[in-house]
């Protein structure tokens, strides 16, 4: 299988008047041609920054990518200017990015024929009738009702759902080589988030193309992922082989993520949901040591004496970030 996007020590920082976050620190991970992969972790553990960063979106000043390579078909995309034509053929036409709110995703004041026949245009150098015919297709693809008449219609005149869905559609409108989903279903109900994660994966098997799941919920991950990188602090923590994340995961974060989450497998008795612990570490002054170790059930000693540098192999395609084998005290 090729690796298609290759992350290699990837650091994006902040600068604020309180000092520097370190949102990303030392991220590495790589996907695959026409694979699904996750990326898993609580809230502000950088999940988004790492990827807004592979598409060189980060707002500078405050946000500033220190350090890393993003290599996307043997090419360092970080060695491109963020505004310039390189980057710009890149985004959207080769690696598109579904982003994280559709209720505001939208440019409100253009059409959504405006919004998804402006990147055809570019990218594809299509006329303005072939776009709108083009931008018609997609809706229907996407399972927009009446795609004809709704075509001309504003952001406002959508649904959460079908906002998303014209999110999708855009991603897809050049047949990137990947597609980044930024938490795709978090502002819509359970029966639409089936219904656009299911949409996703038929698309990924339509155009081959691959998909990053970026998102909180396990659930997503554990249905459609091939592969799973858990992050935690800026850091990732533990990768391996979806199955044998959720069957044996190894990194204490991640068992302590599992045991968050309700199983239909298990026995009533054996339901009762454990939370985490205490809280995140704030990223502008991180410990010298694991920055999970105040939460840690499985601490020893040596945790103490500062952080896992690199990820330690531990099974078949399985890696993570800790000097205790979780595996032999659950």
């Known amino acids: 299988?090729?690796?298609?996007?290759?992350?290699?020590?990837?650091?994006?920082?902040?600068?604020?008047?309180?000092?520097?976050?370190?949102?990303?620190?030392?991220?590495?991970?790589?996907?695959?041609?026409?694979?699904?992969?996750?990326l898993v972790g609580e809230s502000g553990c950088g999940k988004s920054v790492t990827m807004l960063s592979v598409m060189q979106l980060i707002p500078t000043p405050p946000g500033k990518i220190v350090g890393g390579k993003v290599i996307f078909e043997g090419q360092d995309l970080l060695q491109y200017k963020a505004k310039g034509d390189q980057m710009s053929s890149?985004?959207?036409?080769?690696i598109a990015m579904v982003f994280q709110e559709p209720m505001t995703s939208l440019n409100p004041v253009l059409t959504i024929c405006r919004q998804l026949t402006e990147t055809l245009e570019r990218h594809l150098s299509m006329d303005t009738h072939a776009a709108r015919i083009r931008a018609i297709e997609l809706l229907k693809l996407?399972?927009?009702?009446?795609?004809?008449?709704?075509?001309?219609?504003?952001?406002?005149?959508?649904?959460?759902?079908?906002?998303?869905?014209?999110?999708?559609?855009?991603?897809?409108?050049?047949?990137?080589?990947?597609?980044?989903?930024?938490?795709?279903?978090?502002?819509?109900?359970?029966?639409?988030?089936?219904?656009l994660?299911?949409?996703?994966?038929?698309?990924?098997?339509?155009?081959?193309?691959?998909?990053?799941?970026?998102?909180h919920n396990l659930g997503v991950v554990a249905q459609?992922?091939?592969?799973?990188?858990?992050?935690?602090?800026?850091?990732?923590?533990?990768?391996?082989?979806?199955?044998?994340?959720?069957?044996?995961?190894?990194?204490?974060?991640?068992?302590?993520?599992?045991?968050?989450?309700?199983?239909?497998?298990?026995?009533?008795?054996?339901?009762?949901?454990?939370?985490?612990?205490?809280l995140p570490p704030k990223l502008i002054d991180m410990p010298e040591y694991c920055p999970f170790l105040p939460r840690c059930a499985y601490k020893i000693e040596?945790?103490?004496?500062?952080?896992?540098?690199?990820?330690?192999?531990v099974g078949n395609q399985h890696y993570i970030s800790c000097f205790v084998d979780s595996q032999e005290k659950i």
């Open 142 to 195: 996407v399972g927009i009702p009446a795609a004809e008449n709704r075509i001309d219609a504003y952001p406002h005149q959508f649904s959460g759902g079908m906002r998303q869905r014209v999110m999708i559609a855009m991603a897809l409108s050049c047949n990137p080589r990947i597609i980044i989903a930024d938490e795709p279903t978090t502002a819509v109900d359970v029966t639409t988030q089936a219904q």
């Open 90 to 94: 890149i985004r959207g036409g080769k």
């Open 302 to 313: 040596k945790c103490k004496t500062g952080p896992v540098s690199v990820l330690r192999e």
């Open 197 to 215: 994660l299911e949409l996703m994966k038929e698309m990924v098997d339509r155009y081959n193309t691959s998909l990053v799941i970026v998102t």
């Open 1 to 38: 299988m090729n690796t298609l996007l290759q992350v290699e020590n990837l650091k994006t920082y902040f600068r604020t008047y309180r000092g520097i976050v370190k949102a990303v620190d030392n991220v590495s991970f790589y996907v695959n041609d026409k694979e699904i992969i996750g």
């Open 224 to 278: 459609y992922a091939q592969r799973i990188y858990v992050m935690y602090a800026g850091h990732i923590v533990e990768s391996g082989l979806s199955d044998d994340i959720f069957e044996n995961p190894r990194h204490p974060y991640t068992i302590s993520l599992l045991k968050c989450v309700p199983r239909l497998d298990e026995t009533i008795e054996k339901r009762k949901l454990i939370p985490i612990k205490g």
